[in-house]
Nanobody, 123 residues
């Protein structure tokens, strides 16, 4: 069982930065693929980024490539999402998720989810 708690969301102006954190419980955190998703009102959940258990990036969505960076610290059971050059279209609730699959490619591959943190980017 893995429990996930996101933090770091908030209100920021366009062009600004935020860093999201996701703290995980469980001794086996280091074996999970970790992902970030987001969902804006009226839209489907979007796969933003993912990172392998070893720390190598697994996936970046086209809309965030070059602006967002995913990382993890297995000693702290935490995964991060550094978001730079934020745009109003990045406004959404951001969710952290954990998958036992090494090649998680969609939300269906993730077994555990956090409650989400709101990110609002003003123009």
């Amino acid at each position: 069982q893995v429990q996930l708690v996101e933090s770091g969301g908030g209100l920021v102006q366009a062009g600004g930065s935020l860093r999201l954190s996701c703290a995980a419980s469980g001794r086996t955190f280091g074996s999970y693929t970790m992902g970030w998703f987001r969902q804006a009102p009226g839209k489907e959940r979007e796969y933003v980024s993912a990172i392998k258990w070893s720390g190598g990036p697994l996936y970046y969505g086209d809309s965030v490539k070059g602006r967002f960076t995913i990382s993890r610290d297995n000693a702290k059971n935490t995964v991060y999402l550094q978001m730079d050059s934020l745009k109003p279209e990045d406004t959404a609730v951001y969710y952290c998720a954990a998958s036992a699959r090494s090649r998680a490619s969609s939300n269906y591959d993730y077994e555990y989810w956090g409650q989400g943190t709101q990110v609002t980017v003003s123009s």
